[in-house]
Structures are given as structure tokens and as C-alpha cells.
């Protein structure tokens, strides 16, 4: 991802992609997700927090600004979470195999840190990280 993208807000990457913004109900829109992403719209990508971005990453929101934003921060912290140690790793798990085929730099990133991380990652989550390691294999 260009850094100049991380000025972009989610707001702005659907304008550019043509991506109707999403229409809630006042009812739906008290539910945590959509709240949830109504308030991470306007933000700048480089503003998102570990748990914005943790959550991104569980339901696919944008890979392609997202995956990149949080490959930076597990190079500074391969254990970074914010609702537990390796939380970040175990939400990357979650994206699509098919984006990993299509971005292997990220791929290799990821695995290069993901890897020893294992070892760290509490053992209801290892089976996640391990799932994420499977998908990043390039013969997979």
C-alpha cells in the first residue's frame, strides 16, 4: 500500500471504488457492527486502532488498504492485540486464501512473522495461526 493511502478514510476508498456506502436502519445501526463501521468510516486508515483494524480484518473490510496496515504493526509487535496477545495474527487468519495468492510479498511477510510466533500465541488461538500459516504457503 502507498503510505500516501493511509491518509485515505474507508469513506473515501469506497467513493474511489465505486462501493455504495452501506444503508442501515436506526435499529440495525445500534448493533456492534454497523455502529462499529459507521465510526471507522471517516477515520484515516492511519488512525485505526489495533482493534479497528483487528476487526477489519475479521470481516474482509478492504484487504487490500487494511492487510498491509497491519502487517506494519506486527513487524513492531508480532504479539499485538488488543482484546488478547496475538489477536492481530489470529484476525489475519480470517482473510481469503485468494488474497494471499495475490499479494505473496504480503504472504511471505506474514509467515516470516506469524512463524515464530506460534511458539507465543495461547493455545486456543494456535490452531487459527496455524490455519493462517497453511493459507500463506505458496503451494497452497
Not at 21 to 38: G, H, N, T
Not at 61 to 71: F, S
Request: glycine share 4%.
Amino acid at each position: 500500500m502507498n503510505l500516501d493511502n493511509q491518509n485515505l478514510t474507508i469513506q473515501d476508498i469506497e467513493r474511489l471504488k465505486g462501493i455504495p456506502p452501506p444503508k442501515w436502519s436506526s435499529d440495525e445501526q445500534k448493533f456492534p457492527l454497523p455502529s462499529w463501521y459507521i465510526r471507522v468510516r471517516k477515520k484515516p486508515l492511519r488512525k485505526l486502532s489495533i482493534d479497528d483494524l483487528c476487526i477489519a480484518c475479521r470481516q474482509r473490510v478492504l484487504p487490500e488498504y487494511i492487510v498491509p496496515l497491519a502487517i506494519d504493526k506486527l513487524r513492531k509487535d508480532p504479539l499485538i492485540g488488543h482484546q488478547f496477545d496475538g489477536e492481530l495474527i489470529v484476525a489475519l487468519a480470517r482473510i481469503r486464501p485468494g488474497y494471499w495468492k495475490q499479494h505473496q510479498e504480503e504472504a511471505r511477510e506474514v509467515a516470516r512473522i506469524a512463524g515464530p510466533a506460534l511458539i507465543d500465541v495461547g493455545e486456543t488461538f494456535r490452531e487459527d495461526v496455524q490455519s493462517l500459516l497453511d493459507h500463506l504457503s505458496p503451494s497452497k
